[in-house]
């Protein structure tokens, strides 16, 4: 099992940064990568960023290219996600989840463990 603690969500301005944190316990030599998604009310989770545990390589949607960046802590087991540029349209509850296997790392269903997620608002 691996455990998986978010932080670092807010309430911002438009054009603010924010960092969230997700820290990894438990069985963690066993990722094969990390990812954070999103869920905005009403919408379906959908994916934001993800990185190789191992490899260091990071993967974006569209939507958050040039605005975020996704990196990892081996020591620390936590990944970071550095939110720059922020807009109204990037509220949401924010997920980190880690995968075993599978070389997708934008399909959520592949992910075999979730944090609780951390609220970000953005206000315009």
């Known amino acids: 099992q691996v455990q998986l603690v978010e932080s670092g969500g807010g309430l911002v301005q438009a054009g603010d940064s924010l960092r969230l944190s997700c820290a990894a316990s438990g069985r963690t030599f066993s990722m094969y990568a990390m990812g954070w998604f999103r869920q905005a009310l009403g919408k379906e989770r959908e994916f934001v960023a993800a990185i190789r545990w191992s490899y260091g390589s990071t993967y974006y949607a569209d939507s958050v290219k040039g605005r975020f960046t996704i990196s990892r802590d081996n020591a620390k087991k936590t990944v970071y996600l550095q939110m720059n540029g922020l807009k109204p349209e990037d509220t949401a509850g924010y997920y980190c989840?880690?995968?075993?296997?599978?070389?997708?790392?934008?399909?959520?269903?592949?992910?075999?463990?979730w944090g609780q997620g951390t609220q970000v608002t953005v206000s315009s």
């Open positions: 989840a880690a995968k075993v296997r599978g070389s997708n790392l934008s399909n959520q269903h592949e992910y075999d463990y």
